[in-house]
């Protein structure tokens, strides 16, 4: 079971860290990463890091904002979130798979078969 948290109340410009833990060791292979959902919208991908090699994928929308990181001693994986505008907020959902995505896959949510409860970030403006 994943474990997602980190979330709150924040301003605009504000920075929040989530962190999402996996059961058990980090496998070899695998990814792990971040999916929000806005109220009313649909699901839609934030970032994710694949656990062979260190690749990253991250949405266009958050890119040079977001960092994704991870600790293989903790099976964590790390979102931190800068300069927060109010269309980031969303429920932030974690999310793994243990098989080795191709990149063109890594941002598809039906690849993952793994999802935390979710952590709800708000962003006042």
């Known amino acids: 079971q994943l474990q997602a948290y980190g979330g709150g109340l924040v301003q605009a410009g504000s920075s929040l860290r989530l962190s999402c833990t996996a059961p058990?060791?980090?496998?070899?292979?695998?990814?792990m990463g971040w999916f929000r959902q806005a109220p009313g919208k649909e699901r839609e991908f934030v970032a994710a890091?694949?656990?062979?090699?260190?690749?990253?994928q991250y949405d266009n929308f958050v890119k040079g904002r977001f960092t994704i990181s991870r600790d293989n001693a903790k099976n964590t994986i790390y979102l931190e979130m800068n300069n927060l505008k109010p269309e980031d907020t969303a429920v932030y959902y974690c999310?793994?798979?243990?098989?080795?995505?191709?990149?063109?896959?890594?941002?598809?949510?039906?690849?993952?078969?793994?999802w935390g409860q979710g952590t709800l970030v708000t962003v006042s403006s």
């Open positions: 890091r694949r656990w062979s090699d260190g690749n990253t």
């Open positions: 999310a793994a798979t243990t098989r080795g995505l191709i990149v063109s896959s890594i941002k598809s949510g039906s690849q993952y078969e793994s």
């Open positions: 058990g060791r980090a496998p070899r292979n695998g990814v």
